[in-house]
């Protein structure tokens, strides 16, 4: 079984910074792509970036680009979500998924960690 914990959720300010990290662990499992999705009250779940493990290319919902970096460390197996620049409207439970790349869809999920921006 793979086990993937979130970290680094807070309350902050609009115009400040936080910085997410999820760590992937557990037996026989492949890392195609990692990903952040994030929920605000009352709305769908919503992409906001991915980064393909192997080449470290990295994608963005619009919404973000410009405010949010996207890293990794292979040989933690972490994914880290810098978020700049904070508006209110990013408030919401942040989640990474983990796809193998095997089945088209995501394997597995964090637990989530709540942001909150103030304005």
């Known amino acids: 079984q793979v086990q993937l914990v979130e970290s680094g959720g807070g309350l902050v300010q609009a115009g400040g910074s936080l910085r997410l990290s999820c760590t992937a662990s557990?037996?026989?499992?492949?890392?195609?792509?990692m990903d952040w999705f994030r929920q605000a009250p009352g709305k769908e779940r919503e992409f906001v970036a991915g980064?393909?493990?192997?080449?470290?290319?990295?994608y963005y919902a619009d919404s973000v680009k410009g405010r949010f970096t996207i890293s990794r460390d292979n040989a933690e197996n972490t994914v880290y979500l810098q978020m700049n620049s904070l508006k209110p409207e990013d408030t919401g439970v942040y989640y990474c998924?983990?796809?193998?790349?095997?089945?088209?869809?995501?394997?597995?999920w964090g637990q989530g960690t709540q942001v909150t921006v103030s304005s």
């Open positions: 980064i393909r493990w192997s080449r470290g290319s990295t």
């Open positions: 998924a983990l796809n193998q790349g095997r089945s088209g869809q995501f394997d597995y």
């Open positions: 557990g037996r026989n499992f492949n890392i195609y792509t």
